[in-house]
């Protein structure tokens, strides 16, 4: 070897192969033996410390006892590992490259991918960000990085690696590879936690076919590799292509039959909000970003039992409730599943179809966070979801709940400047004035004046 000492794959070794420790010795012109170094994974630490590593020295010189230095830090690991959580949750590493996104942007989607994994039953150990123009081809990391990540992993006994950019079926298998750990991306924990809350059969359908068009093509990949591993990379044809094929063919005749169900439940489904007599009962329906507090509106406003939970996508299939205004008028009103950013792409058709119910709205009540710290972008989210379902046209109420969170004195510019109602559907406030002016925009269309902006926020200031 050229004096180079230890090389990242060395020190990466230290963690994939079980190695004590790993010592190279540069080798002279003359063949004589030059400096010597050593080095062995440190047990988990705040500094981020990888691994420890001795001075280099000549080998005659290593007078070092290695079994001691070895158990020691063994000893360290054992104790670092025996006091973490035990429990069925999976431990995970959280990891995000900016990739062209500025610092607060990062920051902010690596708080909701925090809360998706929460909501996946996953207890995130650790999150590692770089700073990188864009992601590396071959492993979304650089590589410095990704032997680090290797190492951190080993040290914090971690399960699973959640990546918050979509990574492509070659990228999955070459870091799975390098880690041998299992690899996801916000996509596959989306469809995890829409396939841990599925309960109707319809929801279920939807779920199980996105997860088949996810896993189609890295289906092949998959395959691909245990085939080279089968043939040892000589020939091609052999046992591994005709499992490929037969795997591909099942999941495409499952994905085709799953295809046909969703059809006929469409259908009927439309038959049915066809029949549906509701002699001119108007829809007031509830949209908004995921864990904004819109089954907590329709608890509130209906006093009816829904389930409430402080995780993202508690709903996920379709609620409506009668509801009656002041007035003694009637509406229907109805909640459905939250929306998100950039929604994976093999799970909005699944969306799309529990969304269908949103065409028969009258009036979307568009529920917002006001307390989150990206109002703006969540939005612009909600309304690019609604934009593509074409229901852009829909009048629309802006409501901005959680106001409790907010100090008193910020609500009402906040908004005044949104012309939303703010309310808080977990303490009943502003729920009078977000009724009335729901109302005002169900019947009295006509009547509304240019002056009626003021005269809903004086309402609303009143509270509930
Ligand atoms: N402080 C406060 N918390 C609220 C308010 N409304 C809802 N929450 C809380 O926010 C969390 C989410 O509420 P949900 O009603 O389940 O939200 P959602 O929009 O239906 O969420 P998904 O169905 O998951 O998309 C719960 O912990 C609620 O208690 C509010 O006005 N104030
Ligand atoms: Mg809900």
Redesign the pocket.
Known sequence: LANEGLTRDDLTDLALLRLDAVVSIAVGENGLPGLAHAASLSPANDEGRATESLPPRHPAEFDFDFGLWIRELENELARATATREVGPDERAILVSVTAGRDRETLEMHVAELRELARAAGVSVVEVVTQSRPRVDPRTVLGAGKLSDLVIRCFQNDIDLVIFDQDISPAQARTLSERMELRVIDRTQLILDIFAQRATSGDGKLQVELAQLRYRMPRLAQRADLSLSRLAGGIGGRGPGETKLESDRRRVRDRITRLERETKRLTRQREGRRRRRDRRGVPVLSIV?Y???????LLRALTRSEVH????????LDPVSRRLRFPREREVIITDT??FIRDLPEDLKAAFHATLEELRDANLLLH?VDAASPDVDRRIRAVRDVLGELGLDDKPELLVF??V??LPEDEIEGLARRYRAIPV????GRGLRALLTRAEDILWDDEKRCPGEEERFLDLAAEGG
Do not use: C, W
């Open positions: 908004g995921t864990n904004a507090g819109k089954s907590t409430i939970e402080d995780k993202m996508f508690a709903t599943v939250g529920v709940n959680q409790d969170r808080s559907a977990l303490e």
